[in-house]
């Protein structure tokens, strides 16, 4: 699965297909030049069952770390998955 990325100024958002109609995306903002915020995330019917979610999650985990941030998962379905990732605490931002 090829993982998109779409920013524009401080918001943006990680996506599977095509922009204007993804099959799955994971919005986010910036709050500060350090922290991500992820807002929601979404996955279609046709990718159900295929961990896309969670790849979502991992690329903004990936993200983070290349550049020096820590993550804010105020989305439930992405703070269920830093809650199973004990491997991702280096970029989670508790409240």
Not at 14 to 39: C, D, K, R
Request: aromatic share 12%.
């Amino acid at each position: 699965m090829i993982i998109l990325h779409k920013q524009n100024g401080p918001n943006g958002f990680f996506y599977i297909g095509e922009e204007a109609e993804p099959l799955a995306q994971m919005t986010y903002h910036f709050s500060g030049e350090h922290l991500m915020v992820i807002e929601h995330t979404e996955v279609s019917d046709a990718l159900r069952g295929q961990n896309a979610g969670y790849q979502l999650v991992h690329t903004a985990v990936e993200y983070a770390r290349a550049n020096n941030m820590k993550i804010l998962p105020l989305c439930p379905f992405a703070a269920a998955v830093f809650k199973k990732k004990p491997e991702y605490g280096d970029v989670w931002k508790k409240e």
